[in-house]
């Protein structure tokens, strides 16, 4: 069984020390908010998803490709998921939370049915090299605009997520970026049941608390 | 449940670790409290936002949002004629 990769929680050495975190991309003085750019799609306007791709399409690709782990798959993804977030977007409900957050909920349930659906097709026969020696690491792309804009956000939550015990760090990667089931994840890891739920709640609330505390600087 | 517990098993459903009997005892918690439970949840989903934005933003070719974008204007074309 080849080795999982171990969630990237580790803060980046070129990046130093807390600052305010923005929890969406910054945005220029004028351009529109994410949420203005979504009712513009839902009122049909292409130049408003333009945009909206534009801002996120970075993010989201990371993380259908710390599902998947497959570049061309990824790609193929990226395009259904803000495909189908144009044909959805009447559904959107500013109530329900911030656009980023629906966006990224489509795409990892996206990304794992996906996964799922490989998975099939590898148990009915075809074998393949581990995923994550072959296919490139959306961690260590060169930095994009993008990335730079999200910077100070990720190395906070990098840090929020990197004061867990290893242990459940595994268990939430293999939860959130693997759609595993506890049960699944206690065979994975041959940890009992009991334990995987512990490390899981006990991981979740700190990452929760946590945010909390980020969003009191916001 | 107490709202506690409630709050642990909604931090697992919005990421869909809840095991079957834990989703039916979940749903019955959470038809108990209501608005504050809906609340939290969608508080939860905050963690969706936090993983994604914890990940280093991955590149794609411009070909793909030309493609993206040319499928978007036939769609918006072929249903207003």
């Given at each position: 069984m080849p080795r999982r990769p171990k969630i990237p929680l580790e803060s980046d050495p070129e990046e130093s020390g807390p600052r305010m975190p923005a929890t969406t991309a910054?945005?220029?003085?004028?351009?529109?908010?994410?949420?203005?750019?979504?009712?513009?799609?839902?009122?049909?306007?292409?130049?408003?998803?333009?945009?909206?791709?534009?801002?996120?399409?970075?993010?989201?690709?990371?993380?259908?490709?710390?599902?998947?782990?497959?570049?061309?798959?990824?790609?193929?993804?990226?395009?259904?998921?803000?495909?189908?977030?144009?044909?959805?977007?009447?559904?959107f409900s500013a109530d329900k939370g911030k656009p980023?957050?629906?966006?990224?909920?489509?795409?990892?349930?996206?990304?794992i049915d996906g996964l799922r659906k490989k998975q099939a097709y590898m148990r009915a026969g075809e074998r393949l090299q581990n995923e994550t020696e072959q296919q490139p690491d959306a961690w260590v792309h060169n930095a994009t605009e993008e990335e730079i804009n999200f910077s100070d956000t990720r190395v906070l939550i990098r840090q929020v997520i990197a004061s867990l015990p290893p242990a459940q760090q595994e268990a939430i990667d293999?939860?959130?970026?693997?759609?595993?089931?506890?049960?699944?994840i206690a065979a994975e890891t041959n940890t009992p049941l009991g334990t995987v739920k512990t490390r899981l709640e006990l991981g979740l609330k700190k990452i929760y608390d946590g945010l909390k505390e980020l969003k009191d600087e916001l | 449940m107490?709202?506690?517990?409630?709050?642990?098993?909604?931090r697992l459903y919005v990421i869909g670790a809840l095991e079957n009997g834990e989703s039916r005892e979940f749903e019955e918690a959470r038809s108990h409290f209501g608005q504050e439970a809906e609340d939290f949840i969608t508080e939860c989903y905050r963690l969706h936002e936090a993983f994604a934005l914890s990940l280093r933003p991955a590149k794609s070719s411009d070909a793909l949002k030309e493609r993206l974008m040319k499928m978007v204007r036939e769609r918006k074309q072929g249903e207003t004629r």
């Open positions: 910054q945005i220029e003085p004028g351009e529109p908010t994410d949420l203005e750019l979504m009712h513009g799609i839902q009122q049909e306007d292409p130049e408003a998803l333009s945009k909206l791709y534009d801002r996120y399409n970075g993010i989201i690709k990371a993380l259908i490709l710390r599902v998947v782990h497959n570049e061309a798959e990824a790609d193929d993804l990226l395009q259904e998921i803000f495909m189908e977030l144009w044909n959805q977007a009447k559904n980023l957050g629906w966006m990224v909920t489509l795409a990892r349930r996206r990304a293999l939860a959130f970026f693997r759609g595993m089931s506890q049960r699944e | 107490s709202f506690d517990e409630f709050q642990n098993r909604a």
